[in-house]
């Protein structure tokens, strides 16, 4: 599965169309300061006057910094730290001193260069489409784990039956082993009143992290809840295991109970239903 994300969902155009709507007062005053970008000292105190004028400065704030794709509500760069809704209550309060700290911030970073270009609204529109990819690495893993979620769903409800027993598939739960030890799964299985097996669900759409942590960790864990009749499987996938192969390897070695999503819709009945037949003998 080398993508989770449907293509008609791949954008979210709603929340773009909505954040530039949102914004589009804020850039309107922008459009009117572009005569002065030429020159940092005049723009300075143009956007301060404007800031210092506005009922409400955080979202001319909000608009300036979105328009050089920065989306957080502070920033921190090695001369300055601005936290957005702290510096607007000071403008608000009549504090020239913050807001033209805010404004000679802004053409630092480049605002000038984007008010250089024709249409601000075509740039943030842009700018919102681009950040895109940031919002997908989110909405791949938690498409990913309601894939999951689903598929576990339908395998422990055959499973069930096959065992002839009480068979429930449980939401994000923690397993605690050894003395103050616990480790906290996307999802576990319970027979009757007792949790037989943890799942980890992750996608990967570019080289990340886990399979290393994998290695370095889960192999202590994974010994730790088998000591209290748990086992661990990790559910994984995604195109950027195509840069990752050699650490999935070794996460492998470490974690045998490692499937990818067609492994696990192929073989995992069978796997966990002879793993809890196993467990009655």
Not at 35 to 58: Q, R, T, W
Not at 138 to 158: A, D
Not at 205 to 216: A, D, H, L, V, W
Not at 222 to 243: F, P
Request: hydrophobic content about 35%; proline content about 3%.
């Amino acid at each position: 599965m080398p993508g989770v994300i449907p293509a008609s969902r791949f954008i979210k155009w709603e929340s773009i169309d909505a954040k530039v709507s949102e914004l589009r007062p804020a850039i309107e005053l922008y459009e009117t300061l572009k005569k002065y970008a030429a020159k940092k000292e005049e723009f300075v105190k143009e956007l301060a006057d404007s800031l210092l004028s506005a009922d409400d400065p955080e979202p001319f704030i909000s608009c300036g910094f979105e328009l050089l794709a920065h989306t957080d509500n502070e920033i921190a760069t090695r001369e300055s730290f601005v936290i957005f809704p702290e510096v607007a209550s000071l403008i608000s309060n009549g504090n020239e001193r913050a807001a033209s700290d805010v404004a000679r911030l802004l053409y630092d970073l480049g605002l000038d260069k984007v008010l250089s270009q024709e249409n601000l609204e075509n740039v943030l529109y842009g700018v919102q489409i681009g950040l895109e990819t940031h919002r997908r690495k989110n909405v791949g893993g938690e498409e990913f784990r309601k894939e999951v979620e689903t598929l576990l769903g339908r395998i422990v409800g055959k499973v069930a039956k096959r065992v002839g027993d009480d068979v429930k598939l449980l939401g994000e739960t923690t397993i605690r082993y050894g003395k103050d030890l616990s480790k906290r799964v996307d999802m576990a299985v319970k027979v009757r009143d007792k949790i037989v097996v943890g799942v980890e669900a992750n996608f990967y759409t570019s080289s990340g992290s886990k399979p290393t942590e994998i290695k370095r960790s889960y192999g202590d864990v994974q010994r730790g809840l088998e000591s209290v009749g748990v086992e661990l499987i990790w559910i994984t996938d995604g195109k950027g295991y195509r840069r990752m192969e050699r650490s999935l390897k070794d996460a492998f070695e470490i974690l045998p109970n490692v499937y990818n999503f067609r492994q696990a819709t192929d073989h995992l009945e069978d796997d966990l239903a002879d793993h809890i037949a196993s467990r009655g003998k």
